[in-house]
């Protein structure tokens, strides 16, 4: 439905209209319209957000049902970004999520291992706090060396491909599956041979508009045919979300407030998410400046104080009622580049306003995630969704590092740094990143002022 109440009151590069002030409130079909489009790709990347149902059954022993509860309001909750004024496409913190179980994996299951959880994401949740509160986090953006932003890219996208091509990975579970749905997606999302097939071909142009939704389902659906996926059990009627049972077994309110102790010891986790969040912060920060750069008929404005304010929230709610491994991260790079790939190739008339694309794809995935035969005939291709997200995660961190960096002096910092942060963590590669930055890029020797 492309028809809502504002439609064409935006003045060109004017801001899309909003209520309440700062708050910048925008409600659907009054301030943004329904896209189809990114509502069934967000309704078939549902499988996305399912993937970690695995990771959270296995580390925190608690139900599949409990743990599709715990993402189905994870996933409405995303929807606070684009209703208040923040135009990131959030996600969780995906690189950490290795980290994070490794981290867990220390303490004995049960209460203590959810109160070590609980601990971490209350951090996380106060870090975005603090730096939001004080205004510091667009002065952290804007001060941290290209040099770094690019090494914190790289790792990003190191860690990300890594992770799904290593011994015992998606990818050695689903070859077929993931290497074809890889190569359909990239084409269709960065080639340059589609650029002109969009231009050509009208039934190309329409089917480009689902980014890897499209991709995915032909994966997934191959996959079924030669065995390598599982063919799924169809149940019907809406998802049960146990609720009260999701809180007595996650909820800081019923398993206690963790030990000081616990918090000293997730606080060097806590700061490497960040780090590794803030990678996220930087691709949504490119990726919608080139977005703004290519539509001129619309200003939409990043805000990292705003982006940290809602990101904290969600944290501080989650640790207080049900702890959630993933955590609540700024940005899903993947979902960031499917949006504002679509909005980019859009003209006003096939697109009025950013909003309406931005919101459509969560309010997809989330509705998705209720219905019950969608969610069992997608569960067999969890993996699958979960892999093509990452290495998308991968392929756009990496392109971006080096669109930054302007000489070789940089190139090689930011090559160094990520390839520490992959393999040794967020820390590491930090402090590496400094170092080398201070050392060869910051003339700690100035020129003599005598030499012409």
């Known amino acids: 439905m492309a028809w809502y109440v504002l439609k064409g009151y935006r003045k060109p590069g004017d801001e899309q209209p909003y209520l309440g002030g700062g708050l910048k409130i925008r409600l659907p079909f009054i301030h943004y319209p329904f896209e189809f489009p990114d509502f069934l790709q967000g309704a078939i990347l549902c499988v996305v957000p399912m993937g970690v149902t695995a990771a959270m059954t296995e580390v925190l022993g608690i139900p599949f049902e409990v743990a599709l509860a715990m993402v189905i309001i994870n996933n409405f909750m995303y929807l606070l970004h684009t209703h208040f004024g923040d135009p990131a496409i959030a996600g969780w913190i995906t690189p950490a999520i290795p980290l994070i179980i490794?981290?867990?994996?220390?303490?004995?299951?049960?209460?203590?291992?959810?109160?070590?959880?609980?601990?971490?994401?209350?951090?996380?949740?106060?870090?975005?706090?603090?730096?939001?509160?004080?205004?510091?986090?667009?002065?952290?953006?804007?001060?941290?060396?290209?040099?770094?932003?690019?090494?914190?890219?790289?790792?990003?996208?190191?860690?990300?491909?890594?992770?799904?091509?290593?011994?015992?990975?998606?990818?050695?579970?689903?070859?077929?599956?993931?290497?074809?749905?890889?190569?359909?997606?990239?084409?269709?999302?960065?080639?340059?041979?589609?650029?002109?097939?969009?231009?050509?071909?009208?039934?190309?142009?329409?089917?480009?508009?689902?980014?890897?939704?499209?991709?995915?389902?032909?994966?997934?659906?191959?996959?079924?045919?030669?065995?390598?996926?599982?063919?799924?059990?169809?149940?019907?009627?809406?998802?049960?979300?146990?609720?009260?049972?999701?809180?007595?077994?996650?909820?800081?309110?019923?398993?206690?407030?963790?030990?000081?102790?616990?918090?000293?010891?997730?606080?060097?986790?806590?700061?490497?998410?960040?780090?590794?969040?803030?990678?996220?912060?930087?691709?949504?920060?490119?990726?919608?400046?080139?977005?703004?750069?290519?539509?001129?008929?619309?200003?939409?404005?990043?805000?990292?104080?705003?982006?940290?304010?809602?990101?904290?929230?969600?944290?501080?709610?989650?640790?207080?009622?049900?702890t959630y491994l993933p955590m609540a991260g700024p940005q899903w790079a993947g979902g960031q580049a499917l949006v504002t790939n679509r909005y980019m190739n859009a003209t006003r008339k096939e697109q009025d306003t950013y909003w309406g694309g931005a919101t459509s794809i969560f309010w997809g995935m989330s509705i998705a995630l209720l219905i019950g035969p969608l969610v069992s005939f997608f569960r067999p291709g969890l993996a699958i969704g979960l892999s093509l997200t990452l290495l998308l995660q991968g392929f756009l961190c990496g392109y971006l590092a080096m669109s930054m960096v302007t000489n070789n002096l940089q190139r090689g910092i930011a090559v160094v740094m990520g390839a520490i942060l992959a393999v040794q963590g967020a820390a590491w590669g930090l402090a590496i990143g400094l170092g080398l930055y201070i050392l060869l890029e910051s003339q700690l020797v100035k020129p003599n002022k005598d030499e012409v």
């Open 102 to 322: 490794g981290f867990l994996m220390g303490f004995d299951p049960g209460p203590e291992r959810i109160q070590a959880m609980i601990a971490l994401q209350m951090l996380v949740g106060f870090i975005f706090l603090f730096l939001a509160v004080t205004g510091l986090a667009k002065k952290v953006v804007n001060a941290i060396p290209t040099s770094m932003k690019a090494g914190i890219l790289l790792g990003a996208a190191f860690a990300s491909i890594k992770g799904e091509f290593i011994v015992g990975g998606r990818v050695e579970a689903f070859p077929v599956s993931i290497i074809l749905g890889l190569f359909i997606s990239f084409f269709m999302l960065f080639s340059n041979s589609t650029v002109e097939l969009r231009k050509r071909y009208n039934f190309f142009r329409y089917l480009a508009q689902f980014g890897i939704a499209i991709p995915f389902f032909l994966a997934y659906v191959i996959g079924i045919a030669i065995g390598e996926v599982a063919v799924p059990e169809i149940t019907w009627g809406f998802t049960v979300l146990p609720v009260v049972e999701m809180v007595s077994t996650l909820s800081v309110f019923n398993v206690g407030f963790p030990a000081w102790s616990t918090f000293a010891a997730a606080v060097p986790l806590a700061i490497s998410a960040y780090i590794i969040a803030f990678g996220d912060v930087l691709v949504a920060s490119g990726l919608l400046k080139a977005s703004d750069e290519k539509r001129k008929d619309e200003k939409v404005i990043w805000e990292a104080n705003r982006n940290h304010y809602i990101t904290s929230f969600r944290n501080l709610i989650e640790a207080f009622f049900f």
